[in-house]
């Protein structure tokens, strides 16, 4: 079946940066959409992040500017780049797969981000 592994999450001071990757294994077969979303305490679930297979790309008005997401298809792997992290950026951060063939989304078990001084 379907897993999502992630993993560069951490603690980090105002301003700084981290870099979340998120690999999917036993689709078989490439990936239509990745993405991530975060979830803080006591809020909805959002989405960040998505990039497309043929390589579009859309942000979270509150991340613009601030992250890039960027994949390699052949690996089924996405990343995020974040850069001045702010508090509000703590959260859960949620890796996500969708595969055409499977006709659903599939997510991994999350990675913790914390921004704090």
């Known amino acids: 079946q379907v897993q999502l592994v992630e993993s560069g999450g951490g603690l980090v001071q105002p301003g700084g940066s981290l870099r979340l990757s998120c690999t999917a294994s036993?689709?078989?077969?490439?990936?239509?959409?990745m993405g991530w979303s975060r979830q803080a305490p006591g809020k909805e679930r959002e989405l960040v992040a998505r990039?497309?297979?043929?390589?579009?790309?859309n942000y979270a008005d509150a991340v613009k500017g601030r992250c890039t997401i960027s994949s390699d298809n052949a690996k089924n792997s996405v990343y995020l780049q974040m850069d001045s992290l702010k508090p509000d950026d703590t959260a859960v951060y949620y890796c996500?797969?969708?595969?055409?063939?499977?006709?659903?989304?599939?997510w991994g078990q999350g990675t913790q981000v914390t921004v704090s001084s």
């Open positions: 990039i497309w297979n043929n390589g579009l790309i």
């Open positions: 996500y797969a969708y595969f055409d063939r499977l006709g659903r989304d599939y």
């Open positions: 036993g689709s078989g077969s490439a990936f239509y959409a």
